[in-house]
């Protein structure tokens, strides 16, 4: 069993900046991406941004270049650094890893205009 704990979610004003972090633990088996992805109210859940464990990356259009993912293999926790935030990120944001395929229980992004 896995357990995926995500934290940094809150309420930021346009243009300012999150943190948030997930940590995993449990059955976890390598190789593994670890990842967010996002879902706002009537949309479809989204990629946000992956990282495998030797480093590559991969974004969603929508935040290329100004989110950045990072993660720390031997602690099992990934990071997304969120920079200049507007009101179209607000969001459910979801930790996930792919081995096996799990989910966090999301954590709320939202950004005042």
């Known amino acids: 069993q896995v357990q995926l704990v995500e934290s940094g979610g809150g309420l930021v004003q346009a243009g300012g900046s999150l943190i948030l972090s997930c940590a995993a633990s449990?059955?976890?088996?390598?190789?593994?991406?670890m990842g967010w992805y996002r879902q706002a109210p009537g949309n479809q859940r989204e990629l946000v941004a992956t990282?495998?464990?030797?480093?590559?990356?991969d974004y969603g259009d929508s935040v290329r270049g100004r989110f950045t993912i990072s993660r720390d293999n031997a602690k099992n926790t990934v990071h997304l650094q969120m920079n200049s935030l507007q009101p179209e990120d607000t969001a459910v944001y979801y930790c996930?890893?792919?081995?096996?395929?799990?989910w966090g229980q999301g954590t709320q992004v939202t950004v005042s205009s």
């Open positions: 449990g059955w976890i088996f390598s190789p593994n991406d």
């Open positions: 990282i495998g464990d030797g480093g590559s990356t």
């Open positions: 996930t890893i792919s081995n096996p395929r799990s």
